[in-house]
């Protein structure tokens, strides 16, 4: 168990952060956190929860066998928190990655995110994994803005109007990072 576990650090609440990469066991805890951000109809556009236990294996399998990266947080033996790095499909794009991210509400505003995003980009770098990360978030979720932009993400783009929720409009926010600017091989 111990080689899985890539950062172990102190919360702000003196409460232990474990990051370590996401395992089979770990599958249900990261669609049960997945459902309940699509119940807060805040942060995902999407707004149909994931049952089906084929579905959450076949997500497990397609992350590792297209080698993406998948980070947990866990608090206290808990996974409450989740990273994806994916690969984007077209072959041009082989060295961008689309970062995923999100945290149960009650552990927000601890540090997890962003201490999730550094040891992934560490990770990039180390392995050299990704030439850029990408991300989007709507234009309202300000906390996770002044995160990616304190990780030195920068926004590149705005969909106006991309998203209609609860009877609002919602712009989508690109971001990137470039990690290396060397041709890929």
Known sequence: MKSHILLSTEL?????????????????????????????RKFL?????????????????????????????????????QLTIEHIDWDASSHVGELGIIILPQYRNMGIGTKLIQRAIDIVKEKNLFKKICLS??????????????????????KKKQFFIDGKWLDEIILERIIDETPPD
Not at 50 to 67: A, D, G, I, N, P
């Open 45 to 81: 556009p999407v707004f149909t929860p994931v049952k089906s236990e084929f579905e959450k294996q076949s997500w497990y399998l397609r992350m590792r066998e297209q080698q993406n990266m998948l980070l947990v947080a866990v608090v206290e033996g808990r996974v409450v928190g």
């Open 12 to 40: 702000k609440n003196g409460k232990e952060l474990i990051i370590r990469r996401g395992l089979r066991k770990d599958i249900d805890s990261v669609w049960e956190i997945f459902n309940i951000i699509i119940k807060e």
């Open 137 to 158: 978030c709507f234009h309202n979720n300000y906390m996770a803005l002044n995160v990616y932009k304190n990780l030195e993400f920068e926004e590149v783009g705005r």
